[in-house]
């Protein structure tokens, strides 16, 4: 082998071990963890406490919002409140004011065109919390549908005393193409990655 044939190598090989420390390492937790659950050794909330389910939404057409906002408002779960904070206060006002009327738990509030921030999106996430009645916050956004009507259940039941911050996992829809597949298998492993290192402390996203 040449000098260059080695370095090249070298790199391939370290690059390789490397992928072996986040598959038996960082992905096993998740494996560990999902044969735990399956085994009863993993202690859940039984008396599931109230939450306030926030959401940004920002230029979402009616009719995507409304199938959105159904599955959240009709969650299987004894007490909870939706708080949708609008960026847009010009579209989708009046259909959550309408729905507002059929669904009391739905709160609605918005930011004007006016307010200078950094981020707005921070800002409507901290309005938002602010004006949250419960101590669990659920944060969510208007492109990303429940799993099923269990899905606050889910969530909610790792809610235990010592847990300060619950984090979930989001898929795209399943649609022909390999365009779509790409994105499917990308979202995964960043998926697993930000999902394995908060299970081993050390969460970054």
């Known amino acids: 082998f040449s000098t260059l044939e ?3 190598l070298s790199c391939s090989g370290t690059l390789w071990l490397i992928q072996l420390i986040y598959y038996f390492v960082l992905y096993n937790k998740l494996h560990k963890r999902k044969v735990a659950v399956r085994k009863g050794k ?3 909330l039984e008396e599931l406490p109230p939450l306030s389910v926030i959401i940004y939404i920002k230029d979402s057409r009616e009719k995507m919002l409304h199938e ?3 599955p959240v408002l009709e969650q299987d779960y004894p007490k909870f409140e939706v708080i949708v904070v609008n960026d ?3 579209h989708g006002e009046e259909l959550l004011l309408l729905m507002q009327k059929q ?3 739905l709160h609605y509030t918005f930011i004007p065109n006016s307010a200078r921030y950094i981020s707005r999106k921070k800002l ?3 309005l938002g919390a602010k004006a949250g009645k419960y101590e669990w916050l659920v944060f ?3 492109n990303c549908y429940p799993a099923g009507k269990n899905w606050l259940r889910l969530m909610a039941r790792n809610f235990t005393p010592s847990t300060q911050v619950v984090l979930g996992y989001s898929n795209f829809q399943y649609k022909n193409g390999w365009s779509h597949k790409y994105r499917s298998f990308d979202l995964l492993f960043t998926s697993l990655r930000y999902l394995g290192f908060a299970h081993a402390g050390r969460p970054y996203m």
């Open 6 to 8: 080695l370095i090249l």
């Open 42 to 44: 993993v202690r859940f």
């Open 68 to 70: 959105f906002l159904l």
């Open 88 to 90: 847009a206060p010009d």
């Open 103 to 105: 669904y009391p738990h």
């Open 124 to 126: 409507a996430l901290t």
């Open 140 to 142: 969510t956004e208007a």
